[in-house]
Structure formats: C-alpha cells, structure tokens
C-alpha cells in the first residue's frame, strides 16, 4: 500500500501563492487515483482536488477551480497542487489520500480513499 507523504504547507499573505507536494512512499501512483483534501478547524474534511495518475484527468472542487492546479511529475512520482491567489478561507490542514477504486462521479468522498497522508498546515493571514 502506497502511503503518501505532503510537504510544501506554511504561511502566506492573502493574494499570495504556495505549492504542495504529495509523494508516494512505498511504492508507486501508477494505479492511484491522486486526491488532495483539506480541513479548517471546526468544519469537516472537505474535497480540493484530485487526479487519476494513469490518464492524467484531473478534477477539482468549486472553490479550487480556477485558482489551484493539480498536476503529476512522472519522474518523481509526485502530485503537486499549486495554489494561487489565496484566500484566508483556504486556511487548513490540506492532506493527500489515494485510492485505487471508485468512480469519476465519488472522487470527491474521502471516505473512498484508502490510504491518507499526515496533513500539511497552510494559513493564509496579513
């Protein structure tokens, strides 16, 4: 089982951009789908993006689309999730989670990934 690492949190100033890296420990992405999900304190875990490594299709929540990029880099097994101009809304811890199941229409629900990340803290504050 692919455990998958995050790095790449910390604090920027609204408007400002961060960029998130999730690595695949263990193992390889090939026959994953890739999902990043964040959590502000007192509100549930609530989906960003996500992308299915071998086709490369990528898939993204309302509030990301257009401001965040989830892409793959082959080489360094690695999924990154560039976000640009932040809100403080985006404050959260954001965590990396892969499945190997599911269908396009449920890449959104956590609870079908299988393997979780142990969180990266981003806060957006001035």
């Known amino acids: 089982q692919v455990q998958p690492v995050e790095s790449g949190g910390g604090w920027v100033q609204p408007g400002g951009s961060l960029r998130l890296s999730c690595e695949a420990s263990g193992g390889t992405f090939s026959n994953y789908a890739v999902g990043w999900f964040r959590q502000a304190p007192g509100k549930e875990r609530d989906f960003v993006a996500a992308?299915?490594?071998?086709?490369?299709?990528?898939y993204y929540a309302n509030a990301a689309r257009g401001r965040f990029t989830i892409s793959k880099d082959n080489a360094k097994n690695t999924v990154i999730l560039q976000m640009n101009r932040l809100k403080p809304d985006d404050t959260a811890v954001y965590y990396c989670?892969?499945?190997?199941?599911?269908?396009?229409?449920?890449?959104?629900?956590?609870?079908?990934?299988?393997?979780w990340g142990q969180g990266t803290q981003v806060t957006v504050s001035s």
């Open positions: 992308i299915a490594w071998s086709r490369g299709d990528t």
């Open positions: 989670a892969v499945r190997t199941g599911g269908t396009v229409a449920t890449m959104f629900r956590d609870d079908e990934y299988e393997s």
